[in-house]
């Protein structure tokens, strides 16, 4: 099946540093999510993305739609210690069915005081 | 506003007794509704999803099935548990998009 591919697997950075993270894909995506998952809870939904180039802004959180489709991005701005936690994209493989969802492997950040 | 809840919270169950993970939403109707297991590698693997009452789909062959007894109901079972099923059970729902939205999980340990 289609694949994600999340980079970096993880991130140590200071408190106050922006942050950069990608997704990338084979094929094509036609819509784009971004999950935060804090230890113990379940992933909330950040960041919705629809149409190739969207650029989408949740607080101090950014997410783009690449132009090819076949990728993502999300940066969080002057990082605080509570960002801390794993961030997942997502996306319905194949462009169709709206019933599944394949995830990537996670980005596990940690920011220290 | 919609609200999922799952529970119990914990569990530690011994090899080769049943389960039965529970999971209600609240606020909407005919949801589609999701299992998913987070192991140690953070990956999270589909298991079952359905669009309907009584409407079930595998995505994985293991030793769980689930049931939808109700719109809002989405139950994960075995009659037997193995050491591989221990893991972070969490279940969705979503509603006509793409977005699926989490409960806060169920973390099963199996000795």
């Known amino acids: 099946g289609q694949q994600l591919n999340q980079s970096p697997q993880s991130m140590f950075i200071q408190e106050g540093e922006d942050v950069s993270m990608n997704c990338t894909s084979s094929?094509?995506?036609?819509?784009w999510l971004w999950y935060k998952q804090d230890p113990g809870e379940g992933p909330v939904l950040l960041i919705a993305l629809y149409k190739a180039g969207e650029l989408t802004s949740n607080g101090r959180l950014t997410a783009q739609f690449g132009i090819t489709r076949k990728d993502s991005f999300l940066n969080i701005s002057a990082s605080i210690p509570s960002d801390v936690g794993i961030y997942f994209c997502?996306?319905?493989?194949?462009?169709?069915?709206?019933?599944?969802?394949?995830f990537g492997k996670g980005t596990l950040l940690t920011v220290n005081p | 506003s919609q609200t999922i809840h799952q529970w119990p919270a914990t569990l530690v169950q011994p090899v080769g007794s049943p389960l039965s993970l529970e999971c209600t939403v609240e606020?909407?109707?005919?949801?589609?509704l999701y299992w998913y297991r987070q192991a140690a590698g953070r990956g999270l693997q589909l298991l079952f999803y359905s669009v309907g009452i009584g409407q079930i789909s595998s995505e994985v062959p293991q030793n769980l099935s689930a049931s939808r007894p109700q719109d809002r109901q989405f139950i994960l079972s075995s009659k037997k548990l193995l050491l591989s099923d221990s893991g972070f059970y969490l279940c969705?729902?979503?509603?006509?998009?793409?977005?699926?939205?989490f409960g806060p999980g169920t973390r099963l340990t199996v000795t």
């Open positions: 606020g909407t109707s005919n949801p589609n």
């Open positions: 997502a996306g319905p493989p194949g462009g169709g069915s709206n019933y599944k969802l394949t």
């Open positions: 094929s094509i995506f036609n819509t």
């Open positions: 969705a729902w979503s509603r006509g998009q793409y977005e699926q939205y």
